[in-house]
């Protein structure tokens, strides 16, 4: 299985920019670098996924090191809102792909 | 595009009885998956399919649990007979069937074993 390792835990302040980051050594040249994040008691929610170059969209931005070994995703400017459960998992080719969550990181952000 | 819908949001049940979710997913995606989340963990996929047919069922517990998708559409997702340890959150996703596509979730059926 395709893995991921991200911290436990993050701590930021509000209205400040967040870096999540991510190492996923055992990546293959197909497989697809999706981040999710969980907010209590809701259903995971896509943010953003990207291959090999960085990718931007109006939730967040993702920052892929150019031998995909690693990726971080970023938030620009942390609300409350922010606050979740960020997932980084490589989505992999084959038919069965199904996304294997790991623990993910607890973002905490202080008012 | 409305989301992924699923019901019932919540379910309460004792042991040794059954109970099934159902999940409605975005029009036009082929691909279908069910997750189980139990509380403090990632979700744990259980099953995929692929418009009607199965794609992965590995990590299904097979003795007890269910999954259709019979027109490539709705899917039902039973448990028969429930254990305690059932309790936990039941995901439905569904997304396009390229690498280059997000997923969409429901919010989820809390399931209850007492």
């Known amino acids: 299985d395709a893995k991921t390792t991200q911290p436990n835990s993050m701590e930021s302040n509000e209205e400040e920019p967040v870096h999540l980051p991510c190492n996923h050594s055992t990546i293959s040249g197909t497989d697809y670098i999706h981040w999710y994040r969980q907010l209590p008691s809701q259903g995971p929610e896509y943010v953003i996924h990207g291959l090999t170059s960085n990718v931007n969209n109006r939730m967040a931005s993702l920052a892929i090191a150019e031998d995909r070994k690693s990726s971080t995703l970023i938030l620009h400017r942390a609300t409350l809102r922010d606050a979740a459960v960020y997932y980084c998992?490589?989505?992999?080719?084959?038919?069965?792909?199904?996304?294997?969550f790991g623990k993910g990181t607890h973002l905490i952000i202080q008012p | 595009e409305a989301g992924v819908a699923q019901s019932p949001r919540y379910k309460i049940i004792e042991k040794r009885q059954s109970v099934a979710f159902w999940c409605n997913p975005i029009s036009g995606h082929a691909t279908l998956y069910w997750y189980q989340q139990i509380l403090g963990q990632g979700p744990k996929l259980l099953i995929q399919?692929?418009?009607?047919?199965?794609?992965?069922d590995s990590q299904l517990p097979k003795d007890r649990f269910s999954a259709e998708r019979l027109k490539g559409v709705d899917s039902t997702l039973k448990i028969q007979p429930a254990k305690l340890e059932d309790s936990a959150v039941y995901l439905c996703?569904?997304?396009?069937?390229?690498?280059?596509?997000?997923?969409?979730f429901g919010s989820g059926t809390r399931l209850t074993v007492v």
């Open positions: 996703a569904s997304s396009l069937s390229t690498l280059n596509y997000g997923y969409t």
């Open positions: 399919f692929q418009n009607n047919g199965v794609v992965d």
């Open positions: 998992i490589l989505r992999v080719g084959g038919g069965a792909d199904g996304l294997t």
